[in-house]
């Protein structure tokens, strides 16, 4: 059973420029979450998603941030107008939903804006 | 409001010798709790976790936690660390399928 997957692992974009991040979760798993890392710190929670649904959105910026999960197909983090500031590490998890409570994390996605 | 608060932000130990990693919650119940490992540029691996019962829970790679409800603690614990156990560690709670907190981590390094 594959783990869970991003991609890219590793993201360059100019200033001003639009990011996407995919995750796949692992087989089976309807429940997905993001969390960003910064340099030096712990992971802080971005946005909750179910299939088709925004569960718990408490963590994203207001603004140049989206996230979506489709029906068919990866989750995709939305950057847009990536700023310096922007730059981390971003985690995507994923969960059963249902029994099993634990997260289980992809290896990450690091987004540099030059 | 919840938070994790991991005091140790770098520790470092003797190859062989115990190690002690502390974590402290604050949550309106009982949540679930979490130990991570991460790598340095990997994602993070799930040591251990707790959710009810036995307050003394084991984990993988020889790693164990206690959970003390009257000191809102969870620190996890290794009787003999090896070279390879350097690594950042992350305590975290949640409840249910709701977003896990994360404390700041603590970064561990293993000295010959």
């Known amino acids: 059973n594959a783990g869970v997957m991003q991609n890219p692992r590793h993201l360059v974009r100019r200033r001003g420029q639009e990011a996407r991040l995919r995750c796949s979760p692992m087989k089976g798993h309807s429940h997905v979450y993001w969390y960003r890392q910064l340099p030096e710190e712990g992971l802080k929670f971005m946005v909750y998603l179910q299939k088709e649904n925004i569960i718990d959105e408490s963590g994203m910026p207001k603004e140049r941030f989206s996230a979506e999960f489709p029906k068919e197909g990866p989750s995709i983090l939305r950057i847009q107008q990536v700023v310096r500031g922007d730059s981390a590490a971003y985690f995507c998890a994923s969960s059963p939903g249902t029994g099993e409570v634990e997260q289980y994390f992809g290896p990450g996605t690091r987004l540099t804006v030059t | 409001a919840q938070s994790v608060t991991q005091p140790d932000i770098h520790i470092t130990v003797s190859e062989g010798a115990s190690l002690e990693l502390r974590c402290n919650y604050s949550?309106?119940?009982?949540?679930?709790l979490f130990w991570y490992v991460q790598s340095p540029g990997q994602g993070l691996q799930l040591l251990l976790k707790y959710f009810s019962g036995d307050t003394l829970v084991q984990g993988i790679k020889g790693f164990e936690a206690e959970f003390k409800r009257s000191q809102s603690s969870f620190n996890l614990r290794k009787p003999s660390v090896h070279w390879s156990d350097a690594a950042e560690y992350f305590c975290?709670?949640?409840?249910?399928?709701?977003?896990?907190?994360f404390g700041t981590g603590t970064r561990l390094t293993i000295i010959p």
């Open positions: 949550y309106g119940a009982t949540p679930y």
């Open positions: 975290a709670l949640g409840f249910g399928n709701e977003k896990l907190t």
